[in-house]
Every structure is written in structure tokens, then in C-alpha cells.
């Protein structure tokens, strides 16, 4: 397991640039396989256009306190960017005037923002319908100053969407790093504890899986199965439901596949799998994601290559969502992680 992100490594594949010629090139640049564009105009679905904006996805800084191998957003206690209380502002004013029903905070571990709280106090007042918070768990566990996590989700009513890999402790620890298996055990318990992930419970607690290799996951209602019954039978743990994500060829996923001569196999694979059903509800179209510094994206995943949305809008600051509605979705070939098989999306799948 690395312990540095590629930035730090000053690994050629932490520049956006060098991803999207890699993106570009080989392959596609060959025809061997069709470019994303190329394979949605052939099921008339090109431009891809936004529907109605339902989920405002917001990233509040890259830093976290695990460097796991398949991280898009190349995260780690190495990587300083955090969203400051002034973007926060910028962010709570279109919150309270934005008609999207979700409000999805990420990272990095959201929850290492020295304002997070605040954030999270101030939003919460916004009246928001589903109100997510993306935790990897172990920061649950990771300082004593973490420890009340769960009971400040709980007076807040946010649904704690956690990374978990896989029910076993060597396929988690294999991804995320030695140890993190027995951390996250003990941080799901705690939010079992305080009514979380419990049947007919309000206090939402849902997992997400992605594949540990270079394959696609699979069903997810038979993965759901399957982790429910080892979580409770091992561990007495109970969640609501489990989302599986494919992984993208970006970022640290796509270095593990370059380094594994697995990439071309793997947008085979991607290819093969390519549903047109998934294009239809992929989350670009109802979804608006912010980077840790205000610039608005069509998706997490483009905001990792540095994709800003194709608008005279492009920062939080000038938020105008009419405006933005009005636009083209920016796509590459990354897009095909989200539209094979059933679809991949930060909500599971999508057809």
C-alpha cells in the first residue's frame, strides 16, 4: 500500500493533463475502440444535456487519513486542499435558494475540515430533504476528537453513506490499508449504536462497495445480500443499503491499471458492458458537483481531471441555475465506467 497520494509521489498521473491523453490516445485514438461521444451519438443520446438539478454534491477538501488504492481523488493526510468558510458561504447561500432535494458532502474525509460542523449546523437549516455525509469510517476511530461522530450525525438527521470494499478483512484492508477492517467494524457498531443502519430506523446508514481489481461489480442487490448477511451474522452490524460504483479509469485506478497492464482489458470491459438504459439517469444529469475551492463540475469524477462545467457559470460565486441547465455535459472516456451494465453512480446503480 503507498502512503503518499501520486501528488506527493510526483507520479506523472496525478496531472489531469497526462490522464486525458491517456484517455485520448492508444485505442481510441487508433479505433480500435469508439470514443464516449462517438458511442452515444450511435444511440442518439449525444449531446448529453442536464435534467432538473436534484443533488448538489459538494467536496470539502481532499485531505483524509487514508491513502487507498483506488481513490479517484488521489486523497490523503498529505493533500492540504480544504474548502475555507468563505467558499462555505458562497455554498450555504445557493443551498438555501437551489431547489435540489439532496445535499451530498464528500472528500477526501469530509469530516477533517476544521469547519465541518459548522457547515453541516448551518445547512442542515436549509431544510434540505436528504442530507448525505460520505465517510470512509475509520475517522470515526481515527482521534478522540472524531469519537462523537455518530451522535452529532444523529441531532442532525444526516445520512451516513461509508465506504466498505468488502465483508472480509482481507479484501479491505488489501484496498484501503492494514487495519482499516477492524476500524471500520468498530465505527459501524457506534452508529448501530445510536439507531443507525437499525431496520425502520430514519437514521440512514448505507454502504458502497467497489471492486478491489480490474472487473466490474456485481448485482447489487445480490452484493447487498451477501454483505448484510456476513455484517450480521460476524458482527451483529445492520445498514439499509449498499451502492455498488464501478471504479473509473482515472486517477490512482487508473495508474493501478496502467501498472498492472490491465487498461486496455479494462475499457474492453467498460465497452462491452456499455448499456445505453445507464445514459439515460448517469448522475451528471441531475447532479452539480463543487470542488473544494467554489468551481462547479458535472460530475466528482470530472472534477478530478479538471472538467468544468460548459458554462459562462463556472464558480459557485456566480451560481445561476438557470443558466446552468443550459448547458452541454462535458464527457470522456471515463463516462464508460458510469454507463456499463446496470450504471454507476454515487447513489449505486442507475438502470
Avoid at 150 to 156: C, N, Q, T
Wanted: glycine residues 6%.
Amino acid at each position: 500500500m503507498a502512503t503518499k497520494s501520486l501528488k506527493a509521489r510526483n507520479n506523472d498521473i496525478a496531472n489531469t493533463s497526462r490522464q486525458m491523453e491517456i484517455l485520448s490516445s492508444g485505442i481510441f485514438e487508433t479505433g480500435e475502440l469508439p470514443t464516449f461521444a462517438a458511442k452515444i451519438k450511435e444511440t442518439g443520446q449525444f449531446p448529453l444535456r442536464p435534467k432538473k438539478l436534484e443533488i448538489l454534491q459538494i467536496n470539502l477538501g481532499y485531505m483524509c487519513n487514508q491513502v487507498c488504492e483506488h481513490c479517484h481523488v488521489d486523497a490523503g493526510p498529505d493533500r492540504k486542499e480544504i474548502m475555507t468558510v468563505e467558499t462555505m458561504n458562497q455554498c450555504l447561500e445557493v443551498i438555501k435558494k437551489t431547489e435540489a432535494h439532496t445535499l451530498d458532502l464528500t472528500g477526501g474525509a469530509p469530516e477533517m475540515n476544521p469547519n465541518f460542523r459548522w457547515f453541516v449546523e448551518e445547512a442542515s437549516k436549509a431544510g434540505i430533504k436528504d442530507f448525505i455525509v460520505r465517510s470512509n469510517l475509520t475517522i470515526i476511530r481515527a482521534n478522540k476528537k472524531y469519537y462523537d461522530l455518530p451522535e452529532f450525525f444523529k441531532k442532525h438527521n444526516v445520512h451516513v453513506v461509508s465506504s466498505m470494499p468488502h465483508w472480509t478483512r482481507g479484501k479491505t484492508d488489501k484496498q484501503r490499508g492494514k487495519g482499516v477492517f477492524d476500524l471500520s467494524i468498530k465505527a459501524l457498531q457506534e452508529l448501530n449504536a445510536v439507531g443507525y443502519g437499525i431496520p425502520g430506523s430514519d437514521l440512514k446508514l448505507d454502504l458502497v462497495y467497489n471492486p478491489s481489481g480490474a472487473f466490474l461489480p456485481g448485482d447489487q442487490q445480490a452484493l447487498e445480500n451477501d454483505f448484510k448477511k456476513a455484517l450480521k451474522e460476524d458482527f451483529d452490524i445492520d445498514f439499509h443499503s449498499l451502492f455498488a460504483i464501478t471504479n473509473l479509469p482515472i486517477s490512482r485506478f487508473l495508474d493501478y491499471l496502467i501498472a498492472s497492464d490491465n487498461y486496455e482489458d479494462y475499457m474492453h470491459s467498460l465497452l462491452d458492458a456499455y448499456n445505453p438504459a445507464a445514459v439515460e439517469n448517469v448522475m451528471c444529469t441531475n447532479t452539480l458537483s463543487v470542488s473544494w475551492d467554489g468551481w462547479l463540475f458535472d460530475c466528482d469524477f470530472n472534477q478530478m481531471l479538471n472538467l468544468k462545467v460548459a458554462s459562462k457559470v463556472k464558480h459557485i460565486k456566480d451560481y445561476n441555475e438557470e443558466l446552468l441547465q443550459d448547458r452541454n455535459i462535458i464527457i470522456n472516456q471515463h463516462c464508460y465506467g458510469c454507463t456499463a451494465g446496470a450504471g454507476s453512480s454515487c447513489q449505486g446503480v442507475v438502470a
